[in-house]
């Protein structure tokens, strides 16, 4: 089975012995090797969202009778990569009225966080980063940073829209982040530790010979669980039905309205990202991660990770183009009566299966 972590391992063992070898410090080496692979990281998240935004394309396209991008490359996949370039060139607007320290920094603020996100994610056998035993929590975190950023971009855009949009956008993710962490605790409670690679790995092997021991087939738990979660995501990640902060009937674009060019491209480069991100989470948390049931194991972990990863990506896209979007009261009732009281009565039966189990 062709794996990439045993042989990035050797890889990086080897450039350091190499680098060692030619009079650089152990201490410099170990430097060199860690920022190479905090280089591979970053650019393998800034890569994603240009994946994601033709993948969205051609969904939406498909959904709506119509082909999508076709121009710009075979089957219009160099479009977001063209759309990037424009994007890049485009003039860096700043209004007047605007705080011009905070309206440039905002973007940084929301983006950031991400790429430190991803450290703690287990990509396959091999490929975790970080394997930190407070994973998850280190994940909803350093998440949370980003809602910082959303205030920025509002209050800093010097616009009353924006700046209507930027409380819209924090309220929401302080909201929606509690069913969201809730929803997690179940699983931390069945496999008592936080490392998103130890969780994986305790959903190895099968059930009856043929039924996968991932989180998601726990009768009632697994599934309420799972559903509170993508829910949540879908609206931490600002996407429809629950894109109210970025309302352009009422709100023209929200947060983001006076925003241009490379900081544009940046507040779209943190949402798609953190919809990989949110994806990624839900696999390790439901459904084995790359580790859980590898047919066999002729299919290699990463494989596996990033085809459940990108299953989970369609349910994002496939939610966007499907429901409308919901009013700012029905959406905050939403999170408040409906899915905080069920995130609660899931850890209320997981503790109970918890003690039938002893």
């Known amino acids: 089975m062709f794996e990439l972590g045993p042989i990035l391992s050797h890889a990086f063992q080897a450039l350091q012995a190499w680098v060692i070898g030619h009079g650089v410090p152990p201490m410099g080496a170990w430097i060199l ?15 994603v ?23 710009v490359g075979p089957y219009g996949i160099f479009q977001t990569l063209a759309d990037g370039v424009k994007l890049l060139f485009k003039e860096d607007i700043i209004p007047v009225g605007s705080d011009r320290l905070v309206h440039i ?11 430190v996100c991803f450290a703690p994610v287990p990509f396959g056998k091999g490929l975790v980063p970080i394997d930190l035993d407070i994973g998850v929590l280190f ?14 971009a509002g209050w800093g855009s010097g616009n009353k829209f924006s700046m209507l949009g930027g409380l819209r956008g924090a309220a929401q993710l302080v909201s929606y982040e509690i069913p969201r962490v809730l929803s997690v605790v179940p699983v931390l ?32 738990i ?27 009937s009422e709100l023209v674009a929200g947060f983001h309205t006076e925003f241009s060019g490379l900081k544009f491209a940046l507040l779209f480069l943190a949402e798609y990202a953190y919809v990989f991100l949110s994806s990624a989470m839900a696999v390790a948390l439901f ?9 066999g194991g002729w299919i290699p972990t990463w494989v596996w990770f990033l085809g459940k990863t990108f299953s989970i990506v369609f349910i994002f896209l496939w939610f966007r183009w499907t429901f409308p979007r919901l ?6 009732q939403f999170c408040w009566k409906f899915l905080l009281p069920w995130s609660i009565v899931n850890i209320t039966l997981a503790g109970l299966m918890i003690l039938l189990r002893k």
């Open 33 to 47: 090797a860690k920022a190479i692979q905090v280089g591979v990281v970053v650019i393998g998240v800034s890569l």
């Open 49 to 71: 969202p240009m994946i994601l935004v033709y993948a969205e394309r051609k969904v939406a396209g498909f959904m709506q009778a119509r082909l999508g991008p076709m121009n």
């Open 105 to 115: 920094l905002a973007p940084m603020v929301v983006v950031s966080p991400v790429f």
């Open 139 to 152: 994940i909803f975190a350093i998440s949370g940073i980003s809602t910082i950023g959303v205030l920025m």
């Open 189 to 220: 409670m069945f496999y008592g530790t936080q490392s998103l690679r130890g969780i994986a790995m305790s959903q190895e092997g099968l059930w009856h010979g043929f039924l996968p021991r991932w989180f998601i087939f726990y009768p009632v």
């Open 222 to 248: 697994g599934q309420l669980a799972f559903i509170i979660f993508i829910i949540a995501s879908v609206a931490e990640t600002n996407r429809t039905p629950f894109d109210i902060p970025e309302a352009e």
């Open 287 to 295: 459904f084995g991660g790359g580790e859980g049931f590898t047919l």
């Open 327 to 332: 009013r700012a009261d029905q959406l905050m």
